[in-house]
């Protein structure tokens, strides 16, 4: 592609002068400059370039919205591992639909075969950004934190797991709302596992112990990352120091991490703890769940008097934006100005050369047009399926956060009384040889005594025995009621976990049904978009050789200002 240096217009590789202005054309140095993807959006300008992928700024040239592309560079594409998991991050960001994660609209693959992400364009710095600068005080980071419990939660109940937690992955938009990005290497529960033994992905610094050890790693490894996130952001280090990735893993195996009050005295004694038992070795030692973890942060933003974000709703579409074409088509425009150069210099006898050419301009015209109409009519369509399925996704994770937040509860209960048990049984058991020996003391005095005299030792050994019974009995009671309530507790939170695969279910066939209709729409999108480009193109070229000869006319002077002046 090339770009005018001063209109901006955009040209295929071939073209030397802008039609526009006269000017010279420049080379945009990356190709993806100015080509269309998948028949809708149009590349203006790389935001980044990483290992695996570029992203890009990009606009829906037919309604107008900004928004980035994410393409995986050819190197990695050509591994079907990568380009899956490439796919998966949009499918799990899209099924999650909660307001502190990254919004994915569209995703396929470009002409020449790369996968793409089409997501919403954010505006602000990265959580890495702002830890580097300096410590993050209380007050800003316990909101931060809650937002990405609740995004965690969300993306849990519906069985995904991000596995790569880390400050560069935690985006901060204005007023500090949060948005977790790259969910590359997530894993859902229904997914085809990617991963095979002996292969680690994720980043050491931030990695749970268990992700080393196993494949099959669960949303409390998040919990361990944002642990570790939490203790970076206030301490402005990170709880272990290590050479490289395999001494890292090793420490999160092995060692302890530092209270945070070691390194941070005047943080509340509950942050701490909850610090604390999020960096713990054994995944069962940490909070229940991210809910649990909510609630905890809840507490102490109280005791703090620090405000908190309220629960998100996602917001409403912009009607505005909907279904509205960006602008009149500017080869109209442009085809008025050529009608008016002809009359202007020619009168009505124009040449028979530029008249065919002004007539092959109307026609390519009329094309693009009618293109535009039909691609208008196909984004309403994939519009509507957007919406239904927008709102699908909300209905089902507000149903499923009603559920959780109360399962949270019970299943930390669960774990109370289950914990309970163990200990009370060991007691209860340790009852019944002091019982046997006590009983065996007493049928020992007993035959001394012969029931003939009252032997004092007699009445004593029966005391014992009794105290030790009835010690029993209490223990006993103890453990039955705990393991009662346990298993109370347990039933509760399998009912709910039933109810919440039903959820589940009820995505799933969502996500069949309406993305067989996305499919469609797109493809025949992508069709109109080909086909508009090519039209585009051709425009561009009868444009340059209708404006070339009639440039050096001084009558026509004022037109090609005009005509400058749309293009700006």
Known sequence: MKTCPQCHQRYPAESAFCFIDGSS???EKDPRIGTSIGGRYVVEQALGIGGMATVYRAHN?????????????????????TRERFRREARHAQRLAHPNIIEIFDHGDTDDGLPFLVMELLQGTSLA?????????????????????RALGRAHDFDVVHRDLKPENVFLMKGDWVKLLDFGIARCAQDVRLTNLGEIFGTPQYMAPERSTT???????????????????????????????ASWILK??????????ELAPEMPEALDRLVFALMAKDPSDRPVDAYRVLAELEEIAAASRIAL?????????????????????????????????????????PPVDLQRQLEGLRGLVREHAELRSRALDEQRRLEGVAEEWREGRLQIGRAMDALTVDASITREEARSFRARVAPLSAATQAYIPAVLSAHKEA?????????????????????????????????????????????????EVAEVDAQIKKLRERLEELDRHLEARRHEAQERMADIGRRADQIESDLLHMASRFCAPLRAKPELGALFVELERLAG
């Not at 040239?61 to 591992?81: H, N, V, W």
């Not at 999160?252 to 009050?261: A, D």
């Not at 005391?463 to 347990?490: H, M, N």
């Open 309 to 349: 974000p309220p629960p998100p709703e996602a917001p409403a579409r912009d009607s505005a934006v909907r279904s509205r074409i960006a602008g009149r088509d500017p080869w109209v425009n442009r085809l008025d100005l050529f009608e008016k150069m002809t009359a202007r210099a020619f009168g009505p006898s």
């Open 25 to 27: 054309l420049v080379s």
């Open 443 to 491: 049928v020992r005095w007993e035959g001394r005594s012969g029931f003939l005299e009252p032997y004092l030792e007699l009445a004593a050994s029966y005391r014992r025995l009794a105290e030790l019974v009835e010690g029993w009995y209490t223990s006993r009671k103890a453990d039955y009621e705990a393991e009662s309530e346990a298993i109370a507790r347990e039933q």
């Open 61 to 81: 040239k037919l309604i107008g919205t900004p928004c980035a592309i994410k393409i995986l560079s050819r190197e990695f594409a050509q591994d079907t591992t």
């Open 252 to 261: 999160h195996i092995n060692e302890q991490p530092p209270h945070l009050r």
């Open 129 to 149: 950004d702002v830890v580097e600068r300096s410590r993050v005080p209380l007050a800003r980071a316990l909101p931060v934190w809650v937002q990405m419990a």
């Open 215 to 245: 494949i099959d790693a669960g949303p409390p490894a998040d919990l361990y990352s944002l642990g570790v996130i939490m203790f970076e952001m206030i301490t402005q280090r990170l709880p272990f120091d290590a050479p490289d990735p």
